[in-house]
């Protein structure tokens, strides 16, 4: 069983910066890869970004460079996010995927999501 517990949203203006943490705990053999995914009201949830055990990253096309994935550790991973705007407002959703014990198959986790909002 894994818990993830997110931390970071909150309110900003445009042009600011936010850090969002997602911190996995519990009883698996492994975190795979961690990602953030995000869903605004009355749109789709959408990758924002994504990063693997060897530390190899993905973003969604809107980053544009914005944002900025990392890891502390095996099992704690952060957003940075830059020159937020508007449209980068939404839900933050932490994701990773993990080795069950005792099975060691591979399984994901959704954290509870985190809102940001962005505006003047």
């Known amino acids: 069983q894994v818990q993830l517990v997110e931390s970071g949203g909150g309110f900003v203006q445009p042009g600011g910066s936010l850090r969002l943490s997602c911190a996995a705990s519990?009883?698996?053999?492994?975190?795979?890869?961690m990602a953030w995914h995000r869903q605004a009201q009355g749109k789709e949830r959408e990758l924002v970004a994504a990063?693997?055990?060897?530390?190899?990253r993905n973003y969604g096309q809107f980053v544009k460079g914005r944002f900025t994935i990392s890891r502390a550790g095996a099992n704690t991973a952060y957003l940075q996010m830059n020159s937020l705007q508007p449209e980068d407002t939404a839900d933050y959703y932490c994701?990773?995927?993990?080795?069950?014990?005792?099975?060691?198959?591979?399984?994901?986790?959704w954290g509870q999501g985190t809102q940001v909002t962005v505006a003047s």
């Open positions: 994701n990773v995927g993990y080795r069950h014990r005792p099975t060691g198959g591979v399984l994901r986790k």
């Open positions: 990063i693997n055990p060897g530390g190899a």
């Open positions: 519990g009883s698996f053999f492994s975190i795979q890869d």
